[in-house]
């Protein structure tokens, strides 16, 4: 870490711990303050001119009281004197209107802790690539995607996206962490063209935590370009009752409806399809999934990887179902405690508000199959690669969305189809996974191989 | 009468110690590389949020946010750069930033500042910003009470009030000096019913840029908790709903999310110039009945959508997209009309300071027909009755476009019968409008809760539409 990295780290830790004495003097029984600081750097290229630079970094204090049991919360993106008084004074007059709530408070301090191993969450790569190379690879990669095809004519552009962030949490129970955390990532968003005139637009792309993991730039560009070509002619099909097989993409939104029926938040106030399901069969045998804060991908953290959580409580591995039966909710310390549980150290901690769940690394477990072999075992049925809408009910379980995709006929990819919905409940839907691709690659902080559902209806014409 | 127009700058001036020479300096640096056009965007946003949650008052909290976006304009490019602190070196700093876009000799600046004034479609003084946290927190309270008071089946209410008060200041190197303070509020329902082991949501809302005696007419927290009580409720007892194309009849106001999605977004400047809307070159062709006419509005007083300037300091507008089924017009910023040669709609807006504006919508309707709506729903024989939905979203490029239906009917033999869950309608943009058969005469628009996002980027807007009846569109449920 260079010497101006360490005087900046001193300098928030300094305005952290400033604001929680300040706090406590005022009246705070309990304080937690958090200090973000970030830069970030877009750059858009379109039909191979730059279209927008931006280049900015920015900061910001948060400060979340206790008086007693009750509880307030306060941010600011200036760290003037005056500000940070106002910052403190505002928390205090706040927390006094609030009501007790015998759940409320800092987590206990023998729970507090954080993974003490090198996370690799931070590469100095990233800040020090030349402008001039990041505009490069965008460019590329959109010069790629449109040398592809001679029916790719126009483009959303290609970009290029780096930021770094830095956040300090401390408290006044004795907890103070701090890390840094890198992203590059770049795309392309390339536009076709039928003989009709119809248009359609898909992208691609490769991110990391550092510049020397990302993808080729001319690979990028190429994929990109395919996945728009073979939406172009898209059709309706009747509405009826098919096999459905979601892409990798899809998938993961689908297992990710998993954590957020777990929710612990949902969970107290029977919100959720899941509320009262704990140790019971909620999906078919063939499934597992785990929430993993800790995960470190061939040298580089995951996306979802930080050494603690919003509360300052070590990031972990939990296993949210296990061979298709419910074995933790997850939870932060405020719902843990309305659960009578233990914190999985899900909290999520933005400027002001309450902590909130979120997820670490979460996927479903890989199964055997490649893609092809999934899609190979179905005689007509659908290949979902996009869904629209927000038509999940976690309350019911009740899906419903818009998709375009593929239809498959015979077990191959016959042609594209779009402007249809998939709909069925969610209950059902996880206990009709008949099949689980080999194909588990984390993108994001989530991820889920290709997965095959019997039993929905599609809609169309 | 006439108010005098609030000098909205002086915060700017006299609180965050900003001159307009600074100003004028920062653009200069700003286009110290060349560049067409600069401006500065200054803003200061203070929001308060509360919340009751088991009949407690669990959460307060109050965000203050203060910066500067500059940008600069070069052609079609774009350089910018922002920075959260206004001293004067590093607003230089951030215009150099900017500055970086552009490559040629340094452009002179205009001499001098245009102020102009800008209409007072909503209050300021007396705005919910202004109130007691006490009057804020009764209205959660009461519609706590509200809620679990409709009926025993409600087991879980959660209530929200969040406001915020939006200073902005454009200064720009056409001249441009605009300022306006934009007050914003929303009351927003959660709750949950159970009966046995059958549950249900139900959620509802409302608000503008109002002072709080918008919450004390009809609009009030008990308004709004029994309409959420109301569907979770009714929703208890829904059966599935169809699967396939047939006849939809959508209800008055928030269901106008139809052509936000369907129409607006595609008719935005910049997909257009840049010919990626499914709408582009479509000017002057039928992309709907006759019997539509959309406009977008930004000049309607109160509205959550309507802004006094939009965020590049231009006077907003109504502007008229659809006329009789014939499309009029796209919504532009400065960019994008400069570049094709079309007026500018004052539609350029940004989430915040951190942001590079872009065309949006502020308030998107359909104007009345002639229909009654019970005549609407009577000439339905199967179909789909949809009064209140979730989201959409739309795929500006293919035109495809949903929305997901929240509270909902069945239409048999010209009445509406037994409600059905939630579902997501989709069709195709330049298609679906076509097939408007029916426009009623009740006019209404939503209650205030709209947030669109484009790019990243959230703005609040307002959507509204009477009574229409399409006479086909893909609706996906799971039933017969």
């Not at chain 1, 998709?403 to 006929?409: F, K, Y």
Request: hydrophobic share 35%; net charge negative.
């Amino acid at each position: 870490m260079s010497q101006l990295a360490s005087q900046v780290s001193s300098d928030l830790k300094q305005l952290a711990s400033d604001v929680l004495s300040k706090a406590l003097k005022a009246g705070a029984t309990d304080a937690e303050a958090v200090v973000y600081e970030g830069d970030e750097f877009s750059a858009l290229v379109r039909l191979g001119q730059v279209e927008t630079l931006k280049e900015s970094g920015s900061r910001a204090v948060g400060l979340r009281v206790f008086i007693g049991q009750r509880t307030a919360s306060t941010s600011s993106s200036d760290f003037s004197s005056e500000s940070i008084e106002r910052l403190v004074e505002g928390a205090i007059t706040l927390a006094k209107i609030t009501s007790e709530d015998p759940f409320a408070g800092l987590p206990e301090p023998q729970e507090f802790g954080k993974i003490e191993e090198d996370q690799h969450l931070y590469f100095d790569d990233v800040n020090e690539m030349p402008p001039a190379e990041r505009i490069e690879i965008a460019r590329r990669t959109e010069a790629a995607a449109m040398a592809y095809d001679a029916r790719i004519q126009n483009s959303g552009g290609g970009d290029f996206d780096t930021s770094t962030s830095h956040k300090i949490l401390m408290n006044s129970r004795g907890f103070t962490g701090e890390y840094r955390r890198s992203y590059c990532g770049f795309s392309a968003a390339p536009i076709a063209h039928d003989e009709k005139g119809n248009m359609q637009r898909n992208y691609w792309f490769s991110n990391s935590r550092t510049v020397e993991k990302l993808e080729n730039p001319e690979e990028i560009g190429h994929e990109a370009a395919r996945r728009t070509l073979r939406r172009l002619g898209a059709r309706q099909v009747k509405t009826q009752k098919a096999p459905v097989v979601f892409s990798p993409e899809i998938a993961r939104s689908i297992i990710g409806n998993i954590f957020d029926a777990a929710n612990g938040d949902s969970i107290y106030r029977n919100a959720s399809f899941f509320s009262g399901m704990l140790g019971e069969q909620v999906a078919g045998e063939n499934i597992t999934v785990i929430d993993d804060g800790t995960i470190i991908h061939d040298g580089i953290g995951g996306f979802g990887t930080r050494p603690f959580d919003g509360e300052g409580l070590p990031t972990r591995r939990t296993v949210l179902v296990e061979r298709g039966v419910l074995k933790n909710y997850v939870s932060n310390t405020y719902t843990a405690r309305k659960l009578n549980m233990k914190s999985t150290g899900n909290a999520s901690r933005g400027l002001a508000g309450n902590p909130g769940i979120g997820a670490g690394n979460f996927f479903l477990e890989a199964g055997s199959l490649t893609p092809e072999q999934i899609i190979g075992d179905v005689k007509n049925g659908l290949y979902v690669t996009e869904t629209m809408g927000f038509g999940v009910n976690l309350v019911t379980g009740d899906y419903s969305q818009g998709a375009s995709g593929l239809w498959i006929e015979n077990g191959e990819l016959a042609y594209p189809v779009e402007e249809i919905t998939i709909a069925g409940n969610l209950k059902d839907m996880y206990k009709n996974i008949v099949a689980i691709g080999n194909d588990l690659v984390f993108r994001g902080a989530s991820a889920a191989p290709t997965i095959h559902i019997e039993g929905m209806t599609i809609a169309g014409a | 009468m006439t108010i005098p127009a609030p000098d909205h700058k002086r915060y700017f001036i006299e609180k965050l110690g900003l001159s307009e020479r600074l100003m004028e300096r920062c653009l200069g640096e700003a286009l110290s590389a060349g560049g067409d056009y600069a401006d500065l965007y200054f803003e200061s946003v203070t929001s308060t949020s509360l919340g009751i949650d088991e009949s407690l008052v669990k959460s307060a909290s109050q965000g203050i946010s203060v910066g500067c976006g500059i940008r600069v304009v070069s052609g079609e490019r774009t350089g910018y750069a922002y920075t959260d602190d206004l001293s004067s070196d590093r607003l230089l700093r951030a215009a150099r930033t900017a500055a970086l876009i552009a490559s040629g000799p340094a452009k002179e600046l205009m001499s001098g500042f245009r102020h102009t004034d800008t209409p007072s479609l909503y209050p300021v003084a007396g705005a919910t910003s202004d109130a007691e946290i006490a009057a804020k927190l009764a209205l959660i309270e009461r519609a706590d009470k509200a809620a679990r008071a409709f009926d025993s089946r409600i087991t879980q209410v959660r209530a929200g009030f969040n406001d915020e008060l939006r200073r902005i200041l454009v200064a720009a190197s056409d001249g441009t000096f605009a300022s306006d303070t934009q007050p914003l509020a929303r009351l927003n329902v959660f709750v949950i019913a159970k009966d046995g082991t059958n549950t249900a949501r139900g959620t509802s809302g409302g608000g503008g840029r109002v002072t709080m005696d918008f919450f004390e007419g009809d609009k009030s927290p008990e308004h709004y908790a029994r309409e959420a009580a109301r569907t979770a409720i009714l929703q208890l007892g829904a059966i599935e709903a169809p699967a396939g194309e047939m006849p939809v009849v959508l209800g008055p106001g928030w269901p106008g999310v139809l052509l936000h999605e369907a129409v607006g977004h595609g008719l935005e400047a910049d997909f257009n110039r840049k010919k990626t809307s499914a709408f582009a070159g479509l000017i002057g062709q039928q992309v709907a009945s006759p019997k539509v006419t959309v406009v977008d509005n930004g000049l309607m007083p109160g509205r959550r959508g309507s802004i006094n300037m939009d965020d590049e300091g231009n006077p907003t507008q109504e502007t008229v997209l659809i006329e009789n089924g014939i499309l009029k017009g796209f919504l532009s910023d400065k960019l994008n009309s400069r570049l094709m040669g079309m007026p500018n709609t004052g539609s350029g807006r940004r989430e915040s300071y951190h942001h590079i504006p872009m065309p949006r919508m502020t308030n998107t309707y359909m104007l009345n027909g002639e229909d009654m709506p019970e005549d609407i729903i009577k000439s339905v024989k199967r179909g789909l009755y949809a009064v209140n939905f979730g989201g959409g979203q739309v795929d500006i490029t293919n035109g495809k476009f949903v929305f997901s239906a929240s509270e909902a009917y069945l239409i048999e033999d010209g009445r509406v019968t037994r409600p059905v869950k939630g579902a997501t309608l989709i069709g195709n943009g330049p298609e679906a409008l076509k097939y408007v058969s029916m426009v009623g005469n009740d006019l209404a628009l939503d209650e205030g809760i709209g947030t669109c996002g484009k790019a990243g980027q959230s703005v609040p807007v307002g959507v509204g539409m009477p009574t229409v009846k399409l006479d086909r569109m893909t609706v996906g449920g799971t039933g017969q």
